[in-house]
């Protein structure tokens, strides 16, 4: 049988993040990406979410996953 979620309508990808809101949405501002590069997480795993921190790693180890980040690049001139 399927593993149900707490609502049970099947198995849920977030085990742990921001439980308690009915969506986790999270909102980015291109003017404010100040780094050339930032990874966000999309294995829900990450301690840093919405940063990936690399769990993504041990999780694709332990479940023969293949998860990784998007990593969105700003051109500087
Ligand atoms: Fe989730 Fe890297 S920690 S994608």
């Known amino acids: 049988s399927v593993d149900k979620g707490p609502k049970g309508k099947g198995h849920p990808i977030n085990p742990s993040i921001r439980k308690e809101c009915p969506k986790v949405v999270d909102v980015l501002d ?9 990874s966000y997480c999309r294995c829900w ?16 180890e332990e479940t023969g996953d293949n998860v990784g980040p998007v990593v969105i690049r700003k051109k500087i001139n």
């Open 45 to 60: 795993k990450s301690k840093k979410f919405p940063l990936c921190d690399g769990s993504h790693n041990a999780h694709n």
């Open 30 to 38: 291109v003017e404010d990406l100040n780094k050339e590069k930032v």
